[in-house]
């Protein structure tokens, strides 16, 4: 179920990627119906999650300073700094994006499932980095003892005279 899941989430993003998207969301753009006015609809995380992959590095750097600089922020734009955050490549703007997207709470209940997909990718993501950067720090270690050994080795060979 969970692949089937990620594969609709994957293909909805294709498809989504040809749609003309408004160039920023307001908080009624995202919500459905007035009757869900606070709740956040999958369709619409959907439709913004599209508009943020298909943005340029620089202009997602624009808004993510843009929603930076906003004292509160609402769900519709909580999210929408958390989609932007998972675009970035560092460990620290993924843990945010995380932490971002837990404080949503008022979510329609069949977005829920993508949030929770998205939380899901966002500590393989992190987990990932974190052993990466071990493997890399293992690896550096490992080279040097490498080094000691041959420089060891070469000292120790007595010098032929003739």
């Known amino acids: 179920m969970t692949f089937k899941s990620t594969f609709l989430a994957g293909l909805l993003l294709m498809l989504g990627a040809c749609a003309a998207v408004p160039e920023r969301p ?61 675009r970035e490549d560092s460990v620290e703007a993924l843990e945010r994006s995380l932490t971002t997207l837990g404080t949503i709470t008022d979510l329609n209940p069949r977005a829920q499932p993508l949030a929770e997909l998205m939380k899901k990718s966002l500590k393989a993501r992190i987990e990932l980095k974190q052993q990466t950067a071990r493997a890399q720090e293992l690896q550096d270690k490992l080279d040097q003892i490498k080094a000691l050994e041959k420089s060891l080795q070469q000292r120790n060979i007595p010098d032929k005279t003739p």
Do not use: I, K, W
Not at 38 to 60: F, G, I, K, M, N
């Open 26 to 86: 307001t908080a009624a753009t995202l919500a459905t119906t007035p009757a869900q006015s606070t709740r956040l609809d999958a369709t619409a995380l959907l439709s913004e999650l599209t508009r943020v992959a298909s943005l340029s590095p620089e202009q997602r750097r624009r808004e993510l300073a843009g929603l930076e600089g906003e004292r509160r922020l609402d769900a519709a734009r909580r999210f929408q700094l958390a989609a932007l955050l998972e």
